[in-house]
C-alpha cells in the first residue's frame, strides 16, 4: 500500500461523522500563518486551530515570496485577515544549503538552471526579520499592524517571538 493509500484510507474515516460542513471561508481569527512547510510542524496542533480558524500558507523555509504576498492579499482583501504570524523553525533544511551550489547541481542534471531563488539562508533570526520587513512593507497589504515573527524549536514544540 502506497503512503497515498494510507492516506486515503485516513480520509474515509475522517469523513465519516464530518460536522464541519458549513464553516465560512473567512478565517474565523482573523489571522493567516505563513511558515515552512517541514514536515515536524504541526501548526494546527501547535497553535490550537481547528476547520475554519485560520489560513496556513506553507512553503520550504517559510520565506515571504512574492507568492507568499499573493496568498496574503487575497486573504486580507478578500477573506478578512488582519494579523499575520511567520514561523520560521530550528534545524531548517535551507540554512544548510548554498543557493548557487544547489542550483549548479540542478543544472548538470537536468540542463538547465532554476530560474527562480532556492531560498537557502544562513541565518535563521535575520531571515524572520527580513520576511517580517516584506510583509510590512507590502502596499498590496492593508493590515500590517499586527505582524509578527516566531522561531518554533523542533527539539522542544515552543514558539520563540523574534522581535
Ligand atoms: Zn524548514
Redesign the pocket.
Known amino acids: 500500500m502506497s503512503t497515498i493509500d494510507r492516506l486515503l484510507e485516513h480520509n474515509a474515516s475522517y469523513a465519516t461523522g464530518f460536522a464541519q460542513g458549513r464553516l465560512a471561508s473567512a478565517p474565523a481569527g482573523r489571522v493567516a500563518v505563513v511558515s ?3 514536515a515536524r ?1 504541526r501548526i494546527d496542533a501547535m497553535l490550537g486551530l481547528s476547520e475554519g480558524d485560520a489560513h496556513v500558507i506553507r512553503n ?3 520565506i515571504v515570496t512574492d507568492d507568499v504576498i499573493r496568498s496574503l492579499t487575497l486573504s486580507q482583501r478578500l477573506l478578512g485577515t488582519r494579523e499575520v504570524m511567520l514561523i ?2 530550528t ?4 540554512t544548510d544549503l548554498e543557493d548557487a551550489e544547489v542550483a549548479d547541481t540542478i543544472e548538470r542534471d537536468t540542463g538547465v538552471r532554476p530560474p527562480f531563488a532556492l531560498g537557502a539562508f544562513p541565518d535563521l533570526e535575520a531571515n524572520l526579520r527580513l520576511s517580517i520587513g516584506r510583509v510590512t512593507a507590502s502596499p498590496f497589504l492593508p493590515h500590517r499592524d499586527a505582524v509578527r515573527g516566531f522561531v518554533y524549536e523542533v527539539g522542544t514544540g515552543r514558539l520563540r517571538e523574534v522581535s
Open positions: 515552512c512547510m517541514d510542524l520550504a523555509g517559510g520560521q523553525h534545524d531548517c533544511g535551507l
